[in-house]
């Protein structure tokens, strides 16, 4: 059906082994961005409003990162002990 509404011009950049690679970048920054959001909503429940340090050390991490930061928001006492225990920065 879908190949019915893409052009073919489309079409073959989406079936392209280049194509592949950015539909599956999309997918993971789309992911990434889903546990950063949910990251946000569990600070704020917990802790309150989400300041903004927080927030950019939050866009700074890759996924694998937010899901450690969300599984030390369970024994967390305090926003300022997750924020020390944030993972360093990496380029991924």
Do not use: C, Y
Not at 29 to 53: K, L, M, N, S, Y
Not at 59 to 79: A, C, F, K, P, Y
């Amino acid at each position: 059906m879908m190949d019915k509404i893409l052009n073919p011009f489309t079409q073959a950049l989406l079936e392209s082994p280049w194509g592949q690679e950015i539909f599956k970048q999309g997918l993971e920054q789309g992911r990434q961005e889903v546990v950063r959001r949910i990251i946000q909503r569990q600070i704020q429940h917990r802790f309150g409003e989400v300041p903004e340090a927080v927030e950019a050390n939050l866009q700074r991490l890759n996924r694998e990162q937010l899901e450690t930061v969300g599984e030390m928001l369970i024994d967390g006492d305090s926003l300022e002990e997750l924020m020390a225990a944030f993972p360093p920065v990496t380029d991924n």
